[in-house]
């Protein structure tokens, strides 16, 4: 005997997208421990101690995930991957600018491609485990954004994909506490948009995970 779904509302969206949010945050407090164990600052770790760093996250970051999505799908029947609906070319050109115009952005102010400074930066070594926290980010970004969506669309009862509710949630907190963390005002207004971006590119892929995921990854990570 299968049993009852409960039912999905705004409230349980936002608090799926909020518990997403604090996973992302997390970090900080993540940080905060290690620079007392180490007796260092953050930008003084050692290649052993970055990359312990960078697994602890990813590793938190992607059991959160999977807990979050089967929290959705099992206790309330709402399945983002078999719900992904198929884009249409329309959506798709427009993710596509979206992509084109951030990246554009990204290598005017870093005067190349991000993924070029963080090999020679990093080393091969540490490139690797810091690219996959950047899969795991943008696995977080997305489904905190795509429970936003929902939360914001049953609280409004608008389904309307020109508003894009997770992505200006995002925006105005994962984008914008980029200016705690740095102190710098362009670099959160950059996050800002990007994460902008990630919501309204979930939008115009018609919510469909496996192309949104892509988007999010590229835009963070090139």
Not at 28 to 56: D, G, P
Request: aromatic residues 18%.
């Amino acid at each position: 005997m299968s049993k009852v779904k409960r039912t999905l509302g705004p409230a349980p969206c936002f608090l799926l997208g909020l518990v997403g949010l604090l996973g992302l945050h997390s970090e900080f407090a993540i940080i905060a421990v290690e620079e007392f164990l180490f007796s260092k600052k953050y930008n003084k770790f050692s290649i052993t101690e970055s990359v312990t760093h960078w697994i602890v996250v990813f590793f938190l970051w992607g059991l959160l995930a999977l807990v979050l999505y089967y929290i959705a799908a099992r206790v309330y029947g709402y399945d983002l991957i078999k719900k992904s609906n198929k884009p249409s070319v329309r959506g798709l050109v427009i993710a596509l600018l979206l992509l084109s115009s951030s990246i554009g952005v990204k290598y005017i102010l870093l005067g190349s491609w991000q993924m070029v400074l963080d090999f020679k930066q990093q080393g091969w070594f540490q490139f690797i485990f810091l690219y996959l926290y950047h899969l795991f980010e943008a696995a977080l970004l997305l489904l905190s954004a795509a429970f936003f969506q929902e939360g914001c669309e049953k609280l409004t009862k608008i389904r309307n994909e020109h508003i894009p509710w997770g992505g200006l949630i995002l925006a105005l907190t994962w984008g914008l506490s980029h200016f705690i963390t740095t102190g710098s005002v362009t670099t959160a207004l950059f996050y800002t948009a990007v994460a902008f971006f990630i919501g309204s590119a979930y939008l115009a892929a018609r919510k469909n995970l496996y192309f949104a995921y892509l988007f999010s990854v590229v835009l963070i990570a090139v």
